[in-house]
């Protein structure tokens, strides 16, 4: 299927790994032009490697910062001062009890999850409205709607994307600039794999699995972790000018955890 993103310029953060490279590469296979993004020279080129590796005519190039920080921010909104789409991927996770979370754990948090997009929105958005299209995408997570025990601070963030994205999408109201948030299940990314690692006791990845369903995520329909490659089909529709009617919406791509039609 055409999405029809052969002369769109797409921004997706932190997506050196996992769902931002695979959101990166499903872009570019549409033939979208995509700004990569790490915190790295060294992991920045290692995933363009693998993004023109999979994609040989693929327009892309990276940015290395931390765009949770406003400086880095700043660099990379000089450096490329107008996008069609931008994804909001960059995000953190940790388990740890409630009791053990500190302040500035909570700030790290918001800073990283929520922060990060909402800079990015700030600059990009009047452009888009000025052009009259554009596609703003935040990665969010069915922990927002269902938080997690055992990362309570992550959850409050994934939440907190979810209402940045209805708010800016009324912003949009009556323009062809939409935006969106979408909500990954349990995703298998190397992220998660150091996840199960910590929580498992070392036991192999299928018992995890299959425990893990049975006990931490007992909703869920998939019964298994989804692939980044599942999130990103979903993310590249989003962007697409295809998704025209979608907007405000907060999309789920999350194996059937939430247990809810709506």
Known sequence: MDLKLADKTALVTGSAKGIGLAIVTTLAREGAKVILNGRTEQSVSAALAEVRAAVPKAKVEGFVGD???AAAADALVNKFPAVDILVNNLGIFEPKPFEEIPDDDWRRFFEVNVLSGVRLSRHYLPGMKGRNWGRIVFISSESGVQIPKEMIHYGMTKTAQLAVSRGLAELCAGT???VNAVLPGPTRTAGVDEFVTQLSGGKPFAAFEKEFFETARPTSLLRRFATADEVATLVAYV????????????????????????
């Not at 000018?241 to 789920?252: D, E, F, I, K, V």
């Not at 999350?254 to 709506?262: E, Y």
Request: hydrophobic content about 40%; some cysteine; aromatic content about 4%.
């Open 176 to 178: 062809n600039v939409t």
């Open 67 to 69: 765009l949770s920080t």
């Open 239 to 262: 962007c697409s000018p295809l998704a025209s009617a979608t907007n405000g919406a907060a999309l789920r791509v999350d194996g059937g955890v939430v247990k809810s039609c709506f």
